[in-house]
T-cell receptor, first 112, second 117 residues
Framework: GENVEQHPSTLSVQEGDSAVIKCTYSDSASNYFPWYKQELGKGPQLIIDIRSNVGEKKDQRIAVTLNKTAKHFSLHITETQPEDSAVYFCAVTPGGYQKVTFGTGTKLQVIP | GAVVSQHPSRVICKSGTSVKIECRSLDFQATTMFWYRQFPKQSLMLMATSNEGSKATYEQGVEKDKFLINHASLTLSTLTVTSAHPEDSSFYIC?????????????FGPGTRLLVL
């Protein structure tokens, strides 16, 4: 089955700095890569996603890059703010209605 | 955006009782819904895939007789934890894919905190 590794497990940055979270996966059939933000006691919220025919996608302060050859993708958050503090999960799926495999999560702390 | 609700948000029950959790897609139809379980400080673990009008598909190690799933309509899936025990205490989260648009995107509910005493 699919194996997704996520690093780092915890990340502390000063407000205004950038944060980068990386994920690797094993199944070359995977072609959809969403990122979720989960605040304490809440369900995951989709923040950005990328499909295998795209190498990079940006939405304001958030960007995701994908290297399908190397089977890794990364989340980039620029100009971090305290409200960015949360747990971030990468995820991988072959697409369609097939199940999603989640990374182990990264706890991001933005220090004011 | 697509909204998924769950009810109840938290429930406390006695050991041996059954608990039903509802997952609804509020503004879209969902042929497929997913049920996850999450322990503190851990990632989401897929329990089962719920398919409208057919039997759910359970992940390896998940007891189908323990965790009953019903997906009777395109907007509602239910998870019933039968004969709950303290080890069933966890955060249960559902997700749904919009059947009418992009199939890959899963939208998550707010979760249900279950505590079995």
């Amino acid at each position: 089955g699919e194996n997704v590794e996520q690093h780092p497990s915890t990340l502390s940055v000063q407000e205004g700095d950038s944060a980068v979270i990386k994920c690797t996966y094993s199944d070359s059939a995977s072609n959809y890569f969403p990122w979720y933000k989960q605040e304490l006691g809440k369900g995951p919220q989709l923040i950005i996603d990328i499909r295998s025919n795209v190498g990079e996608k940006k939405d304001q302060r958030i960007a995701v890059t994908l290297n399908k050859t190397a089977k890794h993708f990364s989340l980039h958050i620029t100009e971090t703010q305290p409200e960015d503090s949360a747990v971030y999960f990468c995820a991988v799926t072959p697409g369609g209605y097939q199940k999603v495999t989640f990374g182990t999560g990264t706890k991001l702390q933005v220090i004011p | 955006g697509a909204v998924v609700s769950q009810h109840p948000s938290r429930v406390i029950c006695k050991s041996g009782t059954s608990v039903k959790i509802e997952c609804r897609s509020l503004d879209f139809q969902a042929t497929t819904m997913f049920w996850y379980r999450q322990f503190p400080k851990q990632s989401l673990m897929l329990m089962a895939t719920s398919n409208e009008g057919s039997k759910a598909t359970y992940e390896q190690g998940v007891e189908k007789d323990k965790f009953l799933i019903n997906h009777a309509s395109l907007t509602l899936s239910t998870l019933t934890v039968t004969s709950a025990h303290p080890e069933d205490s966890s955060f249960y989260i559902c997700s749904a894919s919009d059947s009418g648009t992009t199939q890959e995107t899963q939208y998550f509910g707010p979760g249900t905190r279950l505590l079995v005493l």
